[in-house]
C-alpha cells in the first residue's frame, strides 16, 4: 500500500461541527449553494464536492469537524457571505474507490483501515470522501472515493 499526496488547491468551504445521524442534513444543501456561489462569483468549478471529516470515528454519538468543500479554478480576492474562500492543505493518503449506496461506506473504510495497518502506516484523525459521479435514482452506482490521511 501506497501513500499519495493530493496537492493543495483553492476551495469554497462550508464548516460544521456535527454527527453521523446529522449528516443528512447537509446533503443536497450545501452542495447545490456551493454552485450557485461558484457562479455568483465567477469562479470555475474544478473538481466534485468533497466532505472532510476530523475527528470521527465512526460512532453514531461522537461530534466532529465536517467541511465540506468545493475545488474552485483560482486563489480569490473577493468575498463571500456564504462559505469560507480558503486554500486547501496538501493531503497525504491512502485511497481507495468504493461503489455503491452509503451504507456500505463503513465497510470501505474498514478495509482499508485495515491494510494501512498492515502496512505499519498511522492515521492522522482526517478522512475525506470525494463524489465524483453522485446519483440520487440509483444508489448502486454511485462512487465514493475515500481517502484516509496517514502520517508521511
Not at 456551493?34 to 470521527?56: C, D, F, K, N, S
Not at 461522537?62 to 465540506?68: A, G, S, V
Not at 497525504?92 to 498492515?118: K, N, Q, S
Request: glycine letters at 8%.
Amino acid at each position: 500500500m501506497q501513500p499519495t499526496q493530493i496537492p493543495s488547491q483553492p476551495v469554497l468551504q462550508f464548516s460544521t461541527r456535527t454527527t453521523l445521524p446529522q449528516l443528512s442534513e447537509y446533503v443536497l444543501t450545501v452542495f447545490h449553494r456551493m454552485h450557485e456561489e461558484a457562479a455568483r462569483l465567477g469562479l470555475g468549478v474544478v473538481g466534485p464536492v468533497q466532505w472532510i471529516y476530523t475527528g470521527a470515528d465512526g460512532k453514531p454519538e461522537t461530534e466532529f469537524q465536517l467541511d465540506i468543500v468545493l475545488p474552485v479554478d483560482r486563489d480569490f480576492d473577493q468575498g463571500s457571505n456564504v462559505f469560507t474562500l480558503t486554500k486547501l492543505s496538501a493531503f497525504h493518503c491512502v485511497t481507495t474507490r468504493y461503489v455503491g449506496g452509503w451504507d456500505g461506506i463503513p465497510g470501505a473504510y474498514e478495509a482499508l483501515i485495515a491494510d494501512l495497518t498492515a502496512a505499519g502506516l498511522t492515521m492522522t484523525g482526517v478522512s475525506r470522501e470525494i463524489y465524483p459521479t453522485p446519483t440520487e435514482t440509483d444508489p448502486a452506482k454511485h462512487i465514493t472515493e475515500i481517502q484516509i490521511g496517514v502520517n508521511p
